[in-house]
């Protein structure tokens, strides 16, 4: 597996994996076992880059990268994330939000504790809060960091001007945001801030939250638990108006002996080399597939295919509904 950097200092793996799946928000969760497997074969496969945060579950999917992760501890960069004030049972997107540095600190050693570590390589603010300074928020983190508790500072789904002023009190080595053909505005005012500042990007949810694979349609149906049946862009309308876009990527695919979802991530990879993309799965087989995206090259003219094409493409639905959107770009 090739690697990445991350504001110039963080090394990763070139495709991360997003664990949020394995046991939250999209159905029942899957066997433990079965994903402490999954997990431990993508190391072995070359992922050294590993997401999650204390609202998946909550709080068992830390458990479940602690356990799983322990004996290659050393191998691997664990990536988690404060910000709310989960608690058990919650579903996804009912927490609070709460990054009051005390509680940063709190949420530093109940992580700690369960990924079974003394330390996390890249501890991210999950959503920026209204109600506390950012300024004040990095300072948390500079004095955790300074404790040996955390290597790096990163953000998620902030606006421009947060991150500037994050990181004028503590270096942002990365910021998570959405990012894909699927949903691209960030190109317009955050991928220049983190190319002036050196700061590397996460997108997380690189193939659509499953729709850019090709294995969603209008007739999909969902568990009553899946997070998506509450998405706008999700409903058999907007699935059925939006299938142009996976059209697009399979008519690449095919000419590439590839599939649609290795486009989608070969495409995120052409954009700059300090994106690194964390798709997520639950199934060995689909790992394969994301991984292999790595060696999937696109020509200069493809990418002008993909993007000319793309350009003509009206997508259809909100990604969020208005509550949660409305705690993205703050």
């Known amino acids: 597996m090739q690697t990445r950097m991350l504001g110039n200092s963080l090394e990763v793996s ?6 949020m799946g394995m046991s939250f928000s999209y159905g029942p969760p899957p066997d433990r076992h079965q994903m402490i497997a999954l997990l431990r074969e993508a190391v ?3 992922v050294t880059f590993f997401d999650t945060a204390e609202v998946y579950g909550p709080f068992t999917n ?9 004996p290659v501890r050393d191998r691997v960069v664990i990536a988690t994330k404060f910000g709310f004030a989960p608690k058990p049972g919650d579903a996804p997107g009912a927490a609070a939000l709460n990054s009051r540095p005390a509680h940063i600190k709190q949420v530093a050693d109940a992580s700690l504790q369960r990924l079974l570590t003394d330390v996390i390589e890249l501890v991210y603010q999950h959503r920026v809060g209204p109600e506390v300074l950012i300024e004040d928020v990095a300072g948390a983190v500079k004095d955790l960091i300074q404790a040996g508790k955390v290597r790096h500072f990163g953000l998620s789904a902030a606006a421009a001007g947060t991150i500037r002023r994050a990181h004028a009190v503590q270096k942002v080595t990365a910021l998570q945001s959405e990012y894909s053909l699927w949903w691209r505005k960030p190109e317009a005012e955050i991928l220049p801030v983190l190319e002036e500042l050196s700061i590397g990007l996460v997108p997380y949810s690189p193939l659509g939250k499953g729709f850019l694979t090709g294995a969603v349609d209008a007739a ?5 638990t899946d997070f998506r049946n509450v998405l706008p862009r999700f409903t058999p309308e907007a699935r059925r108006a939006n ?3 996976v059209d ?3 008519a690449i695919a095919a000419r590439k002996q590839a599939t649609p979802a290795q486009i989608a991530l070969a495409w995120l990879l052409a954009q700059k080399p300090w994106i690194v993309p964390i798709p997520g799965t639950t199934k060995l087989h689909r790992l394969e597939e994301n991984l292999a995206a790595a060696t999937v090259a696109l020509s200069a003219d493809e990418l002008r295919e993909i993007e000319t094409a793309a350009g003509k493409i009206a997508l259809q639905g909100d990604r969020y509904p208005a509550r949660l959107e409305e705690m993205t770009g703050r």
């Open 44 to 46: 072995e496969r070359g």
């Open 14 to 19: 070139a495709i991360g994996l997003g664990c």
């Open 220 to 224: 999909t149906t969902f568990a009553s």
């Open 243 to 245: 299938q142009e876009m």
């Open 248 to 250: 697009l990527l399979a």
């Open 62 to 70: 830390e458990d479940l990268l602690g356990e799983a992760l322990a």
